[in-house]
């Protein structure tokens, strides 16, 4: 998967550069577009372009888009309300990006050692971010609090039950704030030079909310590696009714453990155990791990899976076009098969809803990569906008505004 990268040099560039912009950046854009497209181009560089409309047309975002920096940075890409957030590793610094004439440019930053991996985020309000991270060298399970428009933080530690021998890792694969409590969802790994291991449990840990007190633990061995880390890709949801749904990942690609199936869980509203009416094991249905999932309303959801046939290694993830998207039925338990052209790159953010319309970004070695809309009421899928020009991975789609 893709890492952030960074330098001091390229701390000492946003320092200078935040007390310019700061106080310019909070202005309300009236000429403000509704969509963000976050691409990679052959070479590996990486461009942002924000635009009106998905249905149709084309565009080149690597001559029309904004460049951005360091390179190699999407795995940690954060959108909300018109900016860009991300955590810079080496120098332990949250940063606040914008694009402004075309250029994408830093507005803010706030220091939150010792993060220096995001496992997961989470809008605790809408000016509130909570950020969990695991660090293995010093085997401490973190969280930053950043208030987004003073870009002030909070750290701490999560009361959540380290790792021990044989595990020496962890991942925290969801967190769901609801009641007053917030839902963690993670899994234990054996991680050396050799393998990579995950425990056949998975884990959810019921804090109080904002207090973090550790209230209770729930376990599950009918899969493992509940969600995934969501700056990459979402694998959880809430229904219009409240209840929680959360996908568990064991396939090769993420949890490596595929003898457990892939499965979707629930957690009802107002209730704090997993409801033991509701497990869907997805592998028998589709014959295949999946990754990914989104709310498409009416009781349905988008899944991501691979096609094991296609490849032969972690590394044909990336390189290999091997994926197919599914609809699934959450109350019936039955999926159906899009008819998309084979997708590539196990974790994506891929998937947006907006007035009924789903649109689907799609990388296809032979197709080309479009933006396809799916109509659920009808069933039907046309195509929508192309993306041209040397772009080899559509790695993000997302509202820039929830208003």
């Known amino acids: 998967m893709i890492r952030a990268k960074g330098n001091l040099r390229f701390l000492q ?46 565009i080149d975002p690597v001559k029309n888009g904004a460049r951005t920096y360091p390179k190699q940075i999407w795995f940690d890409l954060i959108v909300q309300n018109g900016f860009y957030y991300r955590l810079e590793r080496k120098t332990h610094y949250f940063l606040k990006y914008t694009i402004e004439n075309n250029q994408y440019i830093p507005v803010d930053s706030v220091a939150i050692p010792p993060l220096t ?13 909570l950020l969990l991270s695991y660090d ?17 933080a909070e750290v701490g530690k999560m009361p959540l039950s380290l790792p021990k021998a044989p595990y020496n890792s962890m991942s925290v694969g969801f967190s769901e704030l609801r009641n007053k409590q917030l839902l963690v969802g993670y899994s234990y790994h054996q991680i050396s030079s050799q393998n990579f291991i995950t425990t056949d449990t998975a884990y959810v840990d019921i804090l109080s909310y904002p207090e973090l007190k550790w209230l209770k633990t729930l376990k599950d061995h009918r899969s493992t590696y509940p969600g995934g880390s969501n700056t990459a890709q979402p694998n959880t949801f809430s229904d219009k009714k409240g209840d929680f749904y959360f996908l568990t990942c064991p396939g090769l690609a993420l949890g490596n453990h595929p003898d457990k199936p892939t499965a979707l869980y629930r957690i009802r509203k107002n209730e704090d155990t997993i409801d033991s009416t509701y497990f869907w094991n997805i592998s028998e249905s589709i014959k295949n791990h999946g990754y990914g999932l989104w709310n498409i309303g009416d009781g349905k959801a988008i899944l991501r ?38 997708d590539k790159g196990t974790s994506r953010q891929c998937v947006l809803v907006e007035n009924g319309r789903v649109y689907i970004s799609i990388n296809s070695d032979t197709g080309g990569n479009y933006i396809w809309i799916y109509d659920p009421e009808t069933d039907n899928l046309t195509k929508g906008l192309k993306l041209s020009g040397e772009v080899d991975y559509i790695l993000r789609m997302e509202m820039l505004y929830e208003d």
């Open 13 to 58: 560039i946003l320092i200078l550069t935040v007390s310019f912009l700061t106080g310019c950046s909070e202005k309300q854009n009236l000429d403000r577009k509704k969509y963000s497209i976050y691409t990679m181009a052959k070479d590996y560089k990486e461009y942002i372009i924000q635009l009106d409309d998905l249905s149709s047309g084309y």
């Open 136 to 152: 293995r060298k010093i085997s401490r399970l973190s969280y930053a609090r950043i208030n987004v428009k003073t870009m002030k």
């Open 117 to 129: 991996y995001l496992d997961n985020y989470n809008w605790v309000h809408p000016d509130t971010l």
């Open 305 to 342: 899976s691979e096609r094991r046939d296609l490849f032969k290694g972690v590394e044909d993830h990336y390189k290999v076009p091997h994926i197919e998207f599914f609809v699934l039925d959450l109350k019936q338990k039955t999926t159906k098969k899009l008819d998309l052209p084979l």
